[in-house]
């Protein structure tokens, strides 16, 4: 008797998947990735080329204060806020809903927190908890309607968005503000972190990524998976070390105007923001909650019948959107030093849509990552932050934040076209 060997024998077992279990080469990984652009799956490709775009642009006019490293810790601080809040909506829009009130959330939310303070005394933890714990109860209420009543997430939304701003002004009182004054608040967007710590957190952020990469790698190498080769694996890990390395180096630069303060170090925010994008990227992409939720956002009535509890994920993600707006109030709120009656209101909320559609979240739910709040949020505070340098009256950054939020939206609507003709 014939016997064939294994290796005789995969091509049969494996037959019409062969595709998903071959070994990329450098060439055949850079044309499947040609492939994926062509057919509508940019992913956050338009957010990353705009963002460089926009950085050699405002770098060419203002090469003097712009690139510089005080400016640079400013833009991070002024982009912690809305890539927070930011980073809630991405939840949402996932699942094809929206929450229009998430900005005056944030507003109420910190609004809590600075009457905890400021009235009760209490400290800074309980009043950043009864914050966030608001925050919670906000997202339970609007999703219950939403699922259990089964209101339009706009109606709902859009009556909170009106009530929230009452009860901000009803805490605070008219044309009055309550002072942030707690030492621990008030460092998230005031204090640097000290140099060596910078530098840890530098080295665990590079280890981190790179063995994470590493180990996705090895995973589907075990399994037989299509995986990138070796070589671009390690590049990717390289390039964004470096880029991390960087960072650091330009924020651990001494930019106080005075030569008697030192003025150094990675802001205490950034460390802040990367735990809480770091959260979410591994329940979106590590748990099965996660692959639940673009379940949902991709075929609700599929999911449905696959046995995934539908209403649970739509009520769950609108809790933690309404959560993640708390502690972008907190942070607005530390960054400020106050809470104002018309906290979160204003562009607050269109800036954050603005900032998850940019990064690459679809408007039709189920494509999107965490990193798009991040992106999204460097692009809308790079804006405002450049014109503001070169001295643009501030009619500009609304017609060119919103020209950059309409290019995005016609990409993302242009892709879902390319998607479908292509069967994806």
Do not use: Q
């Given at each position: 008797m014939t016997t064939q060997s294994p290796a005789a024998e995969a091509p049969a077992e494996r037959g019409q998947f062969s595709a998903d279990v071959r070994e990329h080469t450098a060439a055949s990984a850079i044309q499947d990735y040609l492939v994926k652009i062509r057919s509508g799956d940019l992913g956050a490709l338009p957010a990353v080329l705009g963002l460089v775009a926009l950085f050699i642009l405002f770098s060419a006019l203002r090469p003097e204060t712009f690139p510089s490293p005080l400016n640079m810790a400013n833009l991070l601080l002024q982009a912690?806020?809305?890539?927070?809040?930011?980073?809630?909506?991405?939840?949402?829009l996932l699942i094809g809903e929206i929450d229009l009130s998430a900005g005056v959330a944030s507003g109420a939310s910190a609004a809590v927190m600075a009457t905890a303070l400021a009235d009760a005394g209490l400290p800074w933890f309980a009043a950043a908890a009864g914050a966030i714990l608001t925050g919670v109860v906000i997202g339970a209420a609007i999703g219950a309607m939403v699922v259990l009543v089964g209101i339009p997430s706009f109606v709902v939304s859009l009556a909170f968005f009106l009530g929230l701003q009452g009860i901000t002004l009803w805490l605070i009182g008219q044309g009055g503000s309550i002072p942030v004054r707690d030492e621990v608040i008030s460092a998230v967007a005031n204090e640097n972190l000290p140099l060596a710590a910078g530098w840890v957190l530098c080295a665990l952020c590079v280890l981190a990524y790179a063995g994470a990469v590493l180990y996705g790698w090895s995973r589907k190498r075990a399994g037989g998976l299509a995986r990138d080769p070796l070589p671009v694996v390690i590049g990717k890990a390289v390039a964004v070390g470096l880029l991390i390395i960087g960072a650091t180096a330009l924020l651990s630069v001494d930019r106080a105007p005075s030569p008697t303060v030192f003025l150094g170090g990675v802001p205490?925010?950034?460390?802040?923001?990367?735990?809480?994008?770091?959260?979410?990227?591994?329940?979106?992409?590590?748990?099965?909650?996660?692959?639940?939720?673009?379940?949902?956002?991709?075929?609700?009535?599929?999911?449905?019948?696959?046995?995934?509890?539908?209403?649970?994920?739509?009520?769950?993600?609108?809790?933690?959107?309404?959560?993640?707006?708390?502690?972008s109030g907190i942070v607005?709120?530390?960054?400020?030093?106050?809470?104002?009656?018309?906290?979160?209101?204003?562009?607050?909320?269109?800036?954050?849509?603005?900032?998850?559609?940019?990064?690459?979240?679809?408007?039709?739910?189920?494509?999107?990552?965490?990193?798009?709040?991040?992106?999204?949020?460097?692009?809308?505070?790079?804006?405002?932050?450049?014109?503001?340098?070169?001295?643009l009256p501030a009619f500009a950054n609304f017609l060119i934040t919103g020209g950059v939020l309409l290019v995005a939206a016609s990409v993302d609507a242009l892709a879902r076209r390319r998607r479908q003709a292509a069967g994806r």
């Open positions: 912690m806020s809305i890539t927070l809040l930011a980073l809630g909506l991405v939840f949402v205490v925010g950034v460390p802040v923001v990367l735990a809480f994008l770091l959260a979410a990227g591994f329940v979106l992409t590590r748990t099965r909650f996660g692959r639940h939720i673009y379940a949902v956002g991709g075929n609700a009535e599929a999911a449905r019948r696959a046995g995934i509890n539908v209403a649970r994920v739509r009520f769950t993600m609108f809790v933690i959107c309404s959560g993640l707006a708390a502690v607005a709120a530390a960054r400020i030093g106050s809470v104002a009656p018309d906290a979160g209101g204003g562009n607050t909320l269109l800036y954050a849509v603005g900032a998850a559609v940019i990064g690459g979240v679809s408007l039709f739910g189920g494509r999107g990552r965490v990193v798009a709040a991040l992106l999204g949020g460097l692009v809308i505070s790079v804006i405002a932050n450049g014109l503001g340098l070169i001295g």
